[in-house]
């Protein structure tokens, strides 16, 4: 089991900027990548940014030459720095890490964190 844990998200003007960190705890061994997800209200979970265990970052158009992924040394914690932020990146983002088992790739979620930018 993995757990993943979230922080960092919260209100700001339109503009500015905000980091998100997401650290993996448990059996977090044979990880293939990690990444943020969000979702707004009444829109499907969509991705924003991810990166694979090698290093390779994937980007959604809307915030690239925004947001940043990276990650920690030990490579169980990943974050996501957001700058110029728009009214439109208003979502829950929730933490994701693939871990392959056996022949195929098991997602795990984190709990979420609330980005809600004002205008």
């Known amino acids: 089991q993995v757990q993943l844990a979230e922080s960092g998200g919260g209100l700001v003007q339109a503009g500015g900027s905000l980091r998100l960190s997401c650290v993996a705890s448990?059996?977090?061994?044979?990880?293939?990548?990690m990444g943020w997800y969000r979702q707004a209200p009444g829109k499907q979970r969509d991705l924003v940014a991810e990166i694979t265990w090698e290093g390779t970052t994937n980007y959604a158009d809307s915030v690239k030459g925004r947001f940043t992924i990276s990650r920690g040394n030990a490579k169980n914690m990943v974050y996501l720095q957001m700058n110029s932020l728009k009214p439109e990146d208003t979502a829950v983002y929730y933490c994701?890490?693939?871990?392959?088992?056996?022949?195929?790739?098991?997602?795990?979620w984190g709990q979420g964190t609330q980005v809600t930018v004002s205008s």
């Open positions: 994701n890490l693939r871990q392959l088992q056996g022949a195929g790739l098991f997602p795990y």
């Open positions: 448990g059996n977090w061994f044979s990880i293939t990548g």
